[in-house]
């Protein structure tokens, strides 16, 4: 009788354990500002969140070994892989741009999904609440169709005033804290 064949090629603590902050940047859109956080592991893993105005994650990409699996509020869950040119710049890559090297699946690949959720699960950079967001939109998959009209205005309609000013410093005050103190070996 064949003994299963026993592998440690895929090794999700090793992925996600070793995702570090790299980048921090501020996108400026016609009608709102965008924040970009990229966390990147040496072992071929990247996870990528974008946050509008209000705090509302409002995209992520997580990358492995080629591997991709997005989200956004507009397009909801896609898998796909990275077919990679010499030329490829980082913002055809996440930014899916008309030449983009990312090729979606025609329909969710379930064992990629369940891979990236298993990298997730050791991911020591995010706090408790923003990988539960995470994770829960990679499981449900939340579409701006899927909300009332009620909670699509409280969301995601654009504030005003210093609500909105102090929710914007924090926002970008907490993320370079982040990012400078995981510089720091832990204890």
Known sequence: MSQPLKTDFFKPELLGGSLKPVAEDLIHLRDQRVT??????????????????RGNLI???VSFWGQVVQWD???GLKTGLVIEKESDSPQEIYLGGKDSP?????????TTLAQAL???SFVKELDGEELAQVVRNFLEAPTLKDFKDSELLRRFAPERGLKRAFKRWWRSWHLKLKLLFSWFPRR
């Open 36 to 53: 970009s956080s990229w966390l990147h592991s040496d072992h071929g893993a990247d996870l990528i969140l974008w946050w509008d105005e």
């Open 59 to 61: 995209k992520q990409h």
């Open 73 to 75: 509020i507009v397009h």
């Open 102 to 110: 990312v090729h979606f699946d025609s329909s969710v690949q379930k």
């Open 118 to 120: 298993e990298i997730l």
